[in-house]
C-alpha cells in the first residue's frame, strides 16, 4: 500500500506567488491534517480537514492560507502571496478514523517551500 | 496553552552508549507518542503511551508515561548509528483535532 504523497518534495517561489501543495492521503484514509515545521522548531499543527469539510483550521493565519480536500483528488494546502517567512517544510498525515491518538496519523515526506 | 519541552535539544554520543531524552509538560495528557524523523523525511511512529506509568519496549528503545500524564521519557541502550535522527513527543491537543509536538531532540551516534 503506498503511504501517503505529497508533491512537489520541493518547491521554490519568488515573494508575491503563489505556492500550492498536494497531499494524496493513504488509500481508504479519509482524515487529512496539515503540519508546518520551521527550522529550529517543532511540528506545529495548521488544519485538520474531513472530506469536503474543514474541521479545525484554528493553526492556520487567516490570511493567505487556505486549504481543501475535495470528494475527488488530493488535499490541497494554497498559500498566496507568499512572503520570506512561509518558508518551512509542510508535512500532511492522514488517518483512517479520528478518534483522538487512538488512530494513528501517518506523514508524507513533506514539501519543502523556498521563498526568494 | 499546552506545551511540551523536551531535553535535552542535542546529543552526541559514540556507539554503545546509553541515553535518556526526556518531554515534559505543564498539562495533563490522556496519552502521548514518540516519532523518529530523519532528514528530508516526515516523522515516523514509534511508539504510542496510555497509561500512567506505563513502560513499552521497542527493541532497544523503551518508554515511559509519568504517573501523572505530564511527562515521558526515552531510553536507548546501546545506541548506535542508525538510530541517529531527530526524537519527537507529541500529545493529542484539548480540541481533540491536532497533534501537540515537543521541538525534539536531535541525536547523533557516532561510530
Known amino acids: 500500500n503506498a503511504g501517503v504523497m505529497q508533491n512537489p518534495r520541493h518547491l521554490v517561489r519568488r515573494r508575491g506567488q503563489e505556492a500550492r501543495l498536494r497531499c494524496s492521503p493513504v488509500?481508504?484514509?479519509?482524515?487529512v491534517y496539515w503540519y508546518r515545521q520551521l527550522p529550529e522548531e517543532g511540528l506545529k499543527f495548521m488544519v485538520y480537514?474531513?472530506?469536503?469539510?474543514?474541521?479545525?483550521e484554528s493553526g492556520m493565519p487567516k490570511e493567505r492560507f487556505s486549504a481543501e480536500f475535495p470528494k475527488e483528488g488530493p488535499s490541497i494546502l494554497r498559500i498566496q502571496q507568499v512572503v520570506r517567512g512561509d518558508s518551512a517544510a509542510y508535512f500532511c498525515?492522514?488517518?483512517?478514523?479520528?478518534?483522538?491518538?487512538?488512530?494513528?496519523?501517518?506523514f508524507g515526506p513533506g514539501t519543502r517551500l523556498t521563498v526568494l | 496553552t499546552q506545551l511540551l519541552e523536551q531535553s535535552p535539544q542535542f546529543l552526541s554520543i559514540q556507539e554503545g552508549e546509553n541515553l535518556t531524552v526526556y518531554c515534559n509538560s505543564s498539562?495533563?495528557?490522556?496519552?502521548l507518542q514518540w516519532y523518529r524523523q530523519e532528514p528530508g523525511e516526515g516523522p515516523v511512529l514509534l511508539v504510542t503511551?496510555?497509561?500512567?506509568?506505563e513502560v513499552k519496549k521497542l527493541k532497544r528503545l523503551t518508554f515511559q508515561f509519568g504517573d501523572a500524564r505530564k511527562d515521558s521519557s526515552l531510553h536507548i541502550t546501546a545506541a548506535q548509528p542508525g538510530d541517529t535522527g531527530l526524537y519527537l513527543c507529541?500529545?493529542?491537543?484539548?480540541?481533540?483535532?491536532?497533534?501537540?509536538f515537543g521541538k525534539g531532540t536531535t541525536l547523533s551516534v557516532s561510530s
Open positions: 488509500k481508504g484514509h479519509s482524515h
Open positions: 503511551v496510555v497509561t500512567g506509568g
Open positions: 498539562s495533563v495528557f490522556s496519552s
Open positions: 480537514l474531513q472530506k469536503e469539510n474543514i474541521i479545525d
Open positions: 507529541a500529545g493529542e491537543s484539548q480540541a481533540g483535532t491536532a497533534l501537540i
Open positions: 498525515a492522514s488517518s483512517l478514523n479520528h478518534r483522538g491518538l487512538t488512530d494513528t496519523q501517518y
